[in-house]
């Protein structure tokens, strides 16, 4: 028994490291394995070979991602044929992009805030709103594509505010709204100024409007598309079109006739208290996309209607409760807008046309203009 104990205890040491041995390889490729969902310091340590550790950067720019605002992983909107560039605010500044999200470029850094920039139709200028100073309210100014050449455009007068720009088909004159501070009534109106600064006339009046707002141009240059609210349903914001020589102001949006409607205002009744807003014109002309909250008087959702104001249909979706500012691609298939629908903060997305896909730029921003 003693002559065959040392063959003994050989054999079980052989047959246990053997066992130990199984069950580190074992080990070992389980961790291997679970490295692309591991973050932590053990498994990096773990990890001693080439092949694991570029495994293990990938799993740590994967996390990365996941956190950040852009994905490593190409967003669908990256696969679309998306044509021209998207100009927009953000943080009170104006920057530009690729309308797929890509190559965003800050055109202006000052401490004062800029607002709704917009292509000249050349896209070699850019008008916006400019708050220049505390004492001076906002202005409308031009600058050249890339944030060169700032000049002012519309006049320094005291309790005056203009906003709003749009450019004409043509890029000789600009549409805006001016608005009178301190007034006891709305005397918010829209006006067109040459793109040189001269030649300011007023296009809408107070004895038919209460407000005037987001003016913006017919494609034909014909008509201006807006914003307002009238003097017999004050309390309705509508969009209205007027022709480009301030005559026949119609409404396109509400039903039936202008009545009043201060007693069901005055009663609490909240479904009469709905805005219509935000008005683009389609390039071909034929449509006008806006924003509206009359589904439930809360929600803002993108609506798409005939430039005559009939066919209304809804291309919103559900997710939000802030889809805004809506322009038309320059060829016709795509909307892009500015919506909180991945959280509190705005970004700027683009759907189809007929809002059946909806795809986020990944950028967050306001105000978005599209052109090529």
């Not at 969902?37 to 990096?44: G, K, L, R």
């Not at 401490?111 to 409308?140: C, G, H, M, N």
């Not at 209205?240 to 039936?256: A, E, P, S």
């Not at 807003?277 to 009359?294: A, H, L």
Request: overall charge negative; charged content about 20%.
């Amino acid at each position: 028994m003693k002559k065959f104990l040392p063959i003994l205890v050989a054999a079980l040491l052989t047959v246990s490291c053997s066992s130990n041995s199984e069950e580190v390889q074992t080990s070992v490729t389980v961790l291997t394995t679970e490295v692309p969902t591991s973050t932590t310091s053990t498994t990096s340590t773990t990890s001693t070979t080439s092949t694991t550790s570029t495994t293990s950067t990938t799993s740590t720019t994967s996390t990365t991602s996941t956190t950040s605002t852009t994905s490593t992983t190409e967003p669908p909107i990256r696969n679309l044929e998306l044509d021209g560039k998207i100009v927009f605010s953000h943080h009170e500044e104006v920057f530009v992009m690729n309308a797929d999200g890509t190559d965003v470029r800050q055109l202006t850094n000052d401490e004062a805030p800029y607002y709704t920039p917009v292509w000249s139709p050349d896209s070699k200028q850019i008008a916006f709103r400019w708050d220049q100073r505390d004492d001076i309210l906002p202005r409308i100014f031009v600058m050249n594509a890339d944030g060169t050449d700032v000049r002012q455009l519309t006049d320094n007068i005291i309790n005056i505010w203009h906003d709003s720009p749009d450019w004409s088909p043509d890029g000789t004159q600009i549409v805006f709204s001016e608005t009178v501070i301190g007034s006891d009534r709305g005397d918010q109106e829209v006006f067109v100024i040459n793109a040189d600064g001269t030649g300011v006339r007023q296009l809408t009046d107070s004895e038919d409007m209460w407000t005037a707002h987001r003016p913006v141009w017919s494609p034909d240059g014909n008509y201006i598309a807006f914003e307002g609210r009238n003097l017999w349903e004050m309390y309705h914001q509508e969009i209205f079109v007027i022709n480009i020589d301030g005559t026949g102001l119609r409404k396109l949006t509400g039903d039936g006739p202008m009545l009043p409607i201060f007693e069901d205002y005055v009663n609490g009744d909240g479904e009469n208290n709905y805005t219509n807003s935000s008005p683009d014109w389609s390039p071909d002309g034929t449509q006008i996309t806006f924003t509206s909250n009359r589904s439930d008087g809360l929600a803002d959702v993108i609506y798409v209607m005939n430039a005559d104001g009939s066919e209304v249909y809804s291309v919103g979706q559900e997710g939000a409760d802030f889809d805004l500012m809506p322009v038309w691609s320059p060829d016709g298939r795509y909307i892009a807008f500015q919506s909180n629908r991945n959280g509190w903060a705005e970004e700027i997305f683009v759907m189809t046309a007929d809002g059946s896909e909806v795809y986020s730029t990944g950028q967050e921003g306001t105000s978005p203009d599209w052109k090529n």
